[in-house]
C-alpha cells in the first residue's frame, strides 16, 4: 500500500522560498511517476511537476517552469518540491502523489496521493 505525509507547507511573503517533503513508503518508488499537485479555493486541481521514479524527466506545469524542482531520494523514500520565487498566485494546498504509466503521461491520473500541506503567500 502506497502511503504519502506531506510536511513543509507555511506562510511567506512574496519572493520566498519553501521546500516541501513527502515521506513515502518503499513501494512508491516501484514503478511509475511522483510529482505534486495543488488546489487553492474555488480552483481546479493542477498538476504542479511529476518524475519518473527512475529520476528521468521531470515534468512542470509552465506557470512554475524556473521556479521550482522536483527531486527525490529513493534511499530516504522522499519526495521533494523546491519552491522559490514564490507569488501570491502559488497559495494552495499542495498534495504529495504516485501513479503508474497513465500518471506519468497525463499528470491527472494518480493513483495515491496524500493529506495535503498547506502553502500561503502573501504580498
Known amino acids: 500500500q502506497v502511503r504519502l505525509v506531506e510536511s513543509g507547507g507555511g506562510s511567506v511573503q512574496a519572493g520566498g522560498s519553501l521546500r516541501l517533503s513527502c515521506a513515502a513508503s518503499?513501494?512508491?518508488?516501484?514503478?511509475?511517476?511522483v510529482g505534486w499537485f495543488r488546489q487553492a479555493p474555488g480552483k481546479e486541481r493542477e498538476g504542479v511537476a511529476r518524475?519518473?521514479?527512475?529520476?528521468?524527466?521531470?515534468i512542470y506545469t509552465d506557470s512554475v517552469k524556473g521556479r521550482f524542482t522536483i527531486s527525490q531520494d529513493s534511499a530516504k523514500n522522499t519526495i521533494y518540491l523546491q519552491m522559490n520565487s514564490l507569488e501570491p498566485e502559488d497559495t494552495a494546498m499542495y498534495y504529495c502523489?504516485?501513479?503508474?504509466?497513465?500518471?506519468?503521461?497525463?499528470?491527472?491520473?494518480?493513483?495515491?496521493w496524500g493529506q495535503g500541506t498547506q502553502v500561503t503567500v502573501s504580498t
Open positions: 502523489a504516485a501513479g503508474g504509466l497513465k500518471y506519468c503521461t497525463d499528470g491527472r491520473s494518480q493513483n495515491y
Open positions: 518503499k513501494d512508491t518508488f516501484t514503478s511509475g511517476c
Open positions: 518524475m519518473h521514479v527512475s529520476g528521468q524527466g521531470p
